[in-house]
């Protein structure tokens, strides 16, 4: 393509940008001489981890810096105008209408106390007053109806909390394209989805380029996602663009060593083969559990006479789609929520049958590590109080407790100077770590990782799943491992479950139930993986597979 037909088709040319950083920080910049151009009808992702300038790029481009930065050289033209030199009123003239912003936590962006149909009418309101109200509410329903949000009337008659995840998402995008925008900024928009529902917005995106009116810049550090939608790729490392170039060069012939090595560190859908629990001894047995919630004059059946084992020293996964009942039942397991009916056996010990100082005394033999490493330590607390004060509940004296925690944060791979600092001073990837050596503290027996690894970069996410597998040798712990993630299941786990409302639609060993799935939900599940067939395709089964040994929940 030459280069007048690419200047034509440019929506967005951002040339030798850079923004400064505020003094005391890490480096000088957050984005450092970037040169780049989005062009229309096509989808420009831009990939990098914590840090990397992504989402400092799309603030700039919005003409929106937090506080601190300041643009230090460099033009933003949209479209003939630089960005940068406009004043705040041509900036909120801009915003939302000319180019429009898909974010990344979809019940964040919508007003909870709001109908749907009001807050996609609102952006009438704001970019064309004069609009008579039928036609606000004619294209309010047409934009969602576009989204294909089934029953536009009833969606616009709803409040955020009565739609799920993905439904809000397509909300969100609807408001995005409610001014025919020449510009779209989608900053992770499918971090928190499930991969169906991930898949689904993932189309939506496709068939917005194929109309050829917006051009898209999609921020992810999600490889799967890049290779799914994407015409091309930007990496970016520490501010400064490292490769731009077209999906499959960039894929498949990384020219710069830090996009080799987050495409290394992309997990395999397909998983190492294991050698399946020889003896039958478990540390996990939960038998024929149930949990109904009330929701107004309904019961909703969140788990249905769940049944599963976790041999000793294994680990095992459970995956399925948001409201399957993946965290009610380690809720009910480690007797967050109360369920119905049921036993859950941590080695020959009935847990749910415990009370008041047996209780307690059993407690500390199953232990969580939490979905958010930045929401579930204490920021006022340093990082050497928060592991001691675990052990001290395990019995220890505070000198002894203070002492192991030093040595759990060497386990874990951090320096004993952490212990007289705060979380706030580590980066997601070393509070993740931080709530691992907690969980170590009170030596459990079972260790349950709820979505511990969603919320990091890929490279940190391997190192992290790198870390459970060494702890795990070293410590002969059992893994209860929740995700929706099947490529990060492939990796860490012996045994998976795959959960569907309540209940469990196939169990077996990582092989069996990844490679030879028998239930069509399952099969609908590997098929919704973004980019299954783009990165790390799997290698061809065995022509005779080794012999596996299914264990099956049996009743007490």
Same mark, same amino acid.
């Given at each position: 393509?030459?280069?007048?037909?690419? %200047?034509?088709?440019?929506?967005?040319?951002?040339?030798?940008?850079?923004?400064?950083?505020?003094?005391?920080?890490?480096?000088?910049?957050?984005?450092?001489?970037?040169?780049?151009?989005?062009?229309?009808?096509?989808?420009?992702?831009?990939i990098g981890e914590s840090g990397?300038?992504?989402?400092?790029?799309?603030?700039?481009?919005?003409?929106?810096?937090?506080?601190?930065?300041?643009?230090?050289?460099? #033009?933003?033209?949209?479209?003939?105008?630089?960005?940068?030199?406009?004043?705040?009123?041509?900036?909120?003239?801009?915003?939302?209408?000319?180019?429009?912003?898909?974010?990344?936590? !979809?019940?964040?962006?919508?007003?909870? &106390? @709001?109908?749907?149909?009001?807050?996609?009418?609102?952006?009438?309101?704001?970019?064309?007053?004069?609009?008579? *109200?039928?036609? $606000? $509410?004619?294209?309010?329903?047409?934009?969602?109806?576009?989204?294909?949000?089934?029953? !536009?009337? $009833?969606?616009?008659?709803?409040?955020?909390?009565?739609?799920?995840?993905?439904?809000?998402?397509?909300?969100?995008?609807?408001?995005?394209?409610?001014?025919?925008?020449?510009?779209?900024?989608?900053?992770?928009?499918?971090?928190?989805?499930?991969?169906?529902?991930?898949?689904?917005?993932?189309?939506?995106?496709?068939?917005?380029?194929?109309?050829?009116?917006?051009?898209?810049?999609?921020?992810?550090?999600?490889?799967?996602?890049?290779?799914?939608?994407?015409?091309?790729? &930007?990496?970016?490392?520490?501010?400064?663009?490292?490769?731009?170039?077209?999906?499959?060069?960039?894929?498949?012939?990384?020219?710069?060593?830090?996009?080799?090595?987050?495409? =290394?560190?992309?997990?395999?859908?397909?998983?190492?083969?294991?050698? !399946?629990?020889?003896?039958?001894?478990?540390?996990?047995?939960?038998?024929?559990?149930?949990?109904?919630?009330?929701?107004?004059?309904?019961?909703?059946? &969140?788990?249905?006479?769940? %049944?599963?084992?976790?041999?000793?020293?294994?680990?095992?996964?459970?995956?399925?789609?948001?409201?399957?009942?993946?965290?009610?039942?380690?809720?009910?397991? @480690?007797?967050?929520?109360?369920?119905?009916?049921?036993?859950?056996?941590?080695?020959?010990?009935?847990?749910?049958?415990?009370?008041?100082? *047996?209780?307690?005394?059993?407690?500390?033999?199953?232990?969580?590590?939490?979905?958010?490493?930045?929401?579930?330590?204490?920021?006022?607390?340093?990082?050497?109080?928060?592991?001691?004060?675990?052990?001290?509940?395990?019995?220890?004296?505070? /000198?002894?407790?203070?002492?192991?925690?030093?040595?759990?944060?060497?386990?874990?791979?951090?320096? /004993?100077?952490?212990?007289?600092?705060?979380?706030?001073?580590?980066?997601?990837?070393?509070?993740?770590? @931080?709530?691992?050596?907690?969980?170590?503290?009170?030596?459990?027996?079972?260790?349950?990782?709820?979505?511990?690894?969603?919320?990091?970069d890929v490279s940190v996410q391997?190192?992290?799943?790198?870390?459970?597998?060494?702890?795990?040798?070293?410590?002969?712990?059992?893994?209860?491992?929740?995700?929706?993630?099947?490529?990060?299941?492939?990796?860490?786990?012996?045994?998976?479950?795959?959960?569907?409302?309540?209940?469990?639609?196939e169990y077996g060993t990582a092989?069996? #139930?990844?490679?030879?799935?028998?239930?069509?939900?399952?099969?609908?599940?590997?098929?919704? *993986?973004?980019?299954? %067939?783009?990165?790390?395709?799997?290698?061809? =089964?065995?022509?005779?597979?080794?012999?596996?040994?299914?264990?099956? !929940?049996? *009743?007490?």
């Amino acid at each position: 393509m030459s280069q007048a037909n690419n %200047s034509k088709q440019q929506v967005l040319r951002v040339e030798n940008l850079s923004i400064e950083l505020p003094a005391g920080a890490d480096r000088s910049y957050a984005v450092k001489g970037l040169s780049l151009d989005v062009r229309k009808g096509e989808i420009l992702c831009v990939i990098g981890e914590s840090g990397s300038g992504k989402s400092v790029l799309s603030a700039a481009i919005m003409g929106d810096y937090a506080r601190g930065l300041r643009h230090s050289e460099g #033009v933003i033209d949209f479209l003939g105008e630089d960005i940068c030199r406009m004043g705040e009123d041509a900036l909120r003239q801009l915003r939302g209408n000319r180019i429009a912003m898909i974010f990344q936590e !979809p019940m964040a962006a919508l007003n909870p &106390a @709001i109908r749907i149909g009001q807050q996609v009418e609102e952006i009438f309101d704001i970019h064309a007053p004069d609009m008579p *109200a039928s036609e $606000r $509410r004619e294209r309010m329903l047409a934009l969602l109806d576009s989204t294909h949000l089934p029953d !536009p009337p $009833r969606i616009a008659n709803s409040f955020p909390h009565q739609l799920s995840g993905g439904q809000c998402q397509r909300v969100v995008i609807a408001m995005a394209l409610a001014m025919n925008p020449d510009l779209l900024i989608a900053d992770e928009p499918t971090t928190a989805l499930d991969v169906t529902t991930q898949a689904q917005v993932l189309k939506l995106v496709r068939d917005l380029r194929g109309r050829g009116q917006h051009g898209i810049l999609f921020i992810t550090h999600d490889f799967g996602v890049v290779a799914e939608i994407a015409d091309r790729i &930007a990496v970016m490392e520490g501010g400064v663009l490292v490769e731009i170039g077209e999906r499959d060069q960039v894929l498949n012939a990384p020219a710069h060593p830090y996009t080799r090595k987050l495409i =290394a560190a992309v997990p395999a859908l397909h998983p190492e083969l294991h050698v !399946p629990s020889a003896d039958g001894e478990l540390a996990l047995r939960i038998e024929h559990l149930t949990k109904t919630y009330k929701v107004g004059d309904r019961s909703v059946a &969140a788990l249905k006479d769940v %049944s599963l084992q976790l041999p000793l020293g294994k680990t095992l996964a459970i995956v399925g789609e948001s409201g399957s009942g993946k965290s009610t039942l380690v809720k009910a397991a @480690i007797r967050l929520v109360d369920s119905d009916s049921g036993h859950v056996w941590i080695g020959e010990t009935d847990f749910l049958a415990l009370k008041g100082s *047996a209780l307690a005394a059993n407690r500390r033999r199953i232990q969580m590590i939490f979905q958010d490493p930045y929401g579930s330590l204490n920021p006022r607390h340093r990082v050497g109080d928060i592991i001691a004060r675990a052990a001290q509940l395990r019995g220890l004296s505070a /000198r002894d407790a203070w002492t192991e925690a030093g040595d759990l944060l060497e386990q874990v791979g951090l320096k /004993r100077d952490a212990l007289k600092r705060k979380p706030r001073q580590f980066s997601g990837g070393q509070r993740q770590r @931080i709530g691992i050596a907690r969980a170590l503290a009170m030596r459990p027996e079972v260790l349950i990782a709820d979505e511990s690894v969603s919320a990091l970069d890929v490279s940190v996410q391997k190192q992290v799943l790198e870390l459970l597998a060494e702890l795990q040798q070293r410590l002969n712990l059992s893994i209860l491992f929740i995700t929706h993630d099947l490529r990060v299941a492939a990796q860490i786990s012996d045994y998976i479950a795959v959960m569907r409302q309540g209940e469990v639609v196939e169990y077996g060993t990582a092989e069996q #139930v990844l490679l030879r799935p028998q239930n069509s939900y399952t099969q609908t599940l590997l098929a919704a *993986a973004p980019g299954a %067939s783009a990165i790390a395709p799997p290698p061809p =089964a065995p022509a005779t597979s080794p012999p596996l040994r299914l264990i099956r !929940p049996q *009743a007490n």
